[in-house]
Nanobody, 111 residues
Framework: QVQLVESGGGLVQPGGSLRLSCAASSSIFRFNAMGWYRQAPGKQRESVAAITSGGSTWYADSVKGRFTISRDNAKNTVYLQMNSLKPEDTAVYYC?????WGQGTQVTVSS
């Protein structure tokens, strides 16, 4: 069964860092773009960052300069390094590729 599994979420103080991981169960994902999305309570899901199979990246303006997306095709894994976290980054973070979504991982930024 094809699936994506996120990990690495948690509670962090403002200004702190977290690294999210998204492990894919199949090597087919290495041939496709992968993206990170987030959904805060009461808000619509929004795109945060994306990376193509060739390594080109895109970031939402709200995270540009603070977040870095990367991938390790040998491990079928995509990462999201999040630095200088702000309370407004609090959300459930999801990864997506093709039509597949992960189950999400909670990120809470609070003092």
């Amino acid at each position: 069964q094809v699936q994506l599994v996120e990990s690495g979420g948690g509670l962090v103080q403002p200004g702190g860092s977290l690294r999210l991981s998204c492990a894919a169960s199949s090597s087919i994902f290495r041939f496709n773009a992968m993206g990170w999305y987030r959904q805060a309570p009461g808000k619509q899901r929004e795109s945060v960052a994306a990376i193509t199979s060739g390594g080109s990246t895109w970031y939402a303006d709200s995270v540009k300069g603070r977040f870095t997306i990367s991938r390790d095709n040998a491990k079928n894994t995509v990462y999201l390094q999040m630095n200088s976290l702000k309370p407004e980054d609090t959300a459930v973070y999801y990864c997506k590729s093709y039509e597949y979504w992960g189950q999400g991982t909670q990120v809470t930024v609070s003092s």
